[in-house]
């Protein structure tokens, strides 16, 4: 009679081909980040897209909108709903651009400086807290390497 394996549960279930691939730890990598990032900004009203914006606004004040979106990969069409809930709010001033008068260039209110600053603290603590078994080494090294496949995207 034929030995019945035991059922295989998440500490001993095999991957398979899966635990090599990059992308699939890519993908489970990311999960984790998003999951925990919305936890740790719960309340604020702040997603990940409205922090990306706000975080290159803050940057580069009077940037062009269709710069920002182009920067974090939103289509230009995709940029409207965000830019108008964060003005709203308070928190992004739009003006018509000089050089083009059919764009915005965007700038942070004092209201979106504030906002920017709490939601930035509560993200380096997120960050902290999952990457905590990373060295600052390891961590640069990370984004490194993230960054050289970012690249291929242009």
């Known amino acids: 009679m034929a030995e019945i394996a035991p059922t295989p549960t998440e500490d001993t279930v095999n991957l398979g081909v899966l635990a090599e691939l990059i992308g699939y730890h890519m993908r489970r990598a990311s999960a984790v980040m998003a999951g925990d990032f ?54 992004i001033d739009r003006q018509v651009d000089p050089s083009d008068r059919r764009a915005f260039i965007l700038s ?15 993200i380096r603590a997120h960050e902290a ?11 640069q ?3 490194d390497l993230l960054a050289r496949i970012e690249a291929r995207a242009g």
């Open 38 to 91: 919305s936890r740790a900004l719960e309340g604020t009203g702040i997603r990940q897209v409205l922090f990306g914006i706000l975080s290159i606004v803050d940057a580069n004040p009077g940037i062009n909108q269709g710069t920002v979106g182009r920067m974090l990969g939103i289509q230009r069409a995709n940029m409207v709903a965000p830019v108008n809930e964060m003005a709203e709010r308070g928190w």
């Open 129 to 139: 807290n999952v990457l905590r078994d990373l060295s600052v080494a390891d961590r």
């Open 141 to 143: 090294q990370l984004i």
């Open 108 to 122: 942070l209110t004092e209201a979106g400086h504030a906002m920017f600053r709490r939601a930035l603290a509560r």
